[in-house]
């Protein structure tokens, strides 16, 4: 079956980096792209970009162009996230999402997520 | 950015009650909308792609409905596990996905 499985929660001091990862069972991870939303506490869900596993590009979402970077490790099914310059409304649970984007692919949507890693920015 | 408007903001209803939201895009996004449903402390779970296709394994109380700019999502008869957040999302953009703000469906 497929899972998504990310790390673990991070608490961060502001002005530093934190990288959450999300490792992939179940499907074959070159498949599929891969997306990160954020969900600040009691807000709503926020879109930051997504990684494509098997050529590697990467597209993000503008508000975070600079900050963000999306990697991936085919050896091990894992997809990365890492955020820098954290500030406190960077306070948040984040989540990656799988895309079936395969070739000829006319549909686009999330259709399994991890369970989510919150990210605590604090001093 | 396609900026999406969902509404009503909350809702209160009982079991057994139809229930629909509405989701408007600032733009023609064709059938490019995607519903989701997030219970607290969860992910969010799919419900509804491309406007009305239902994703294998969620009951066929759901429904979704639209094209262009306006679209619905219906619950046809309320169950007790549905009362939760509902987000919709438009794929249009594939280089730019936006999320509704949110509809919280609560127990009258």
């Known amino acids: 079956q497929v899972q998504l499985v990310q790390s673990g929660a991070e608490v961060k001091k502001p002005g530093a980096s934190v990288k959450v990862s999300c490792k992939a069972s179940?499907?074959?991870?070159?498949?599929?792209?891969m997306h990160w939303v954020r969900q600040a506490p009691g807000q709503g869900l926020e879109w930051m970009g997504w990684?494509?596993?098997?050529?590697?590009?990467?597209n993000y979402a503008q508000k975070f162009q600079g900050r963000v970077t999306m990697t991936r490790d085919t050896s091990i099914s894992t997809a990365y996230m890492e955020l820098s310059r954290l500030r406190s409304d960077d306070t948040a649970v984040y989540y990656c999402?799988?895309?079936?984007?395969?070739?000829?692919?006319?549909?686009?949507?999330?259709?399994?997520w991890g369970q989510g890693t919150l990210v605590t920015v604090s001093s | 950015d396609i900026q999406m408007t969902q509404s009503p903001s909350s809702l209160s209803a009982s079991v057994g009650d139809r229930v629909t939201i509405t989701c408007r895009a600032s733009?023609?996004?064709?059938?490019?909308l995607n519903w989701y449903q997030q219970k607290p402390g969860k992910a969010p779970k799919l419900l509804i792609y491309?406007?009305?296709s239902l994703q294998s394994g969620v009951p066929s109380r759901f429904s979704g409905s639209g094209s262009g700019t306006d679209f619905t999502l219906t619950i046809s008869s309320l169950q007790p596990e549905d009362f939760a957040t509902y987000y919709c999302?438009?794929?249009?953009?594939?280089?730019?996905?936006?999320f509704g703000q949110g509809t919280k469906l609560e127990i009258k």
């Open positions: 999402a799988r895309e079936p984007r395969g070739v000829g692919a006319t549909e686009y949507y999330f259709d399994y």
């Open positions: 999302q438009q794929s249009y953009s594939t280089l730019s996905y936006t």
């Open positions: 990684i494509n596993p098997n050529s590697g590009g990467t």
């Open positions: 733009q023609s996004i064709s059938s490019y």
């Open positions: 179940g499907y074959t991870f070159t498949g599929y792209y």
């Open positions: 491309a406007a009305s």
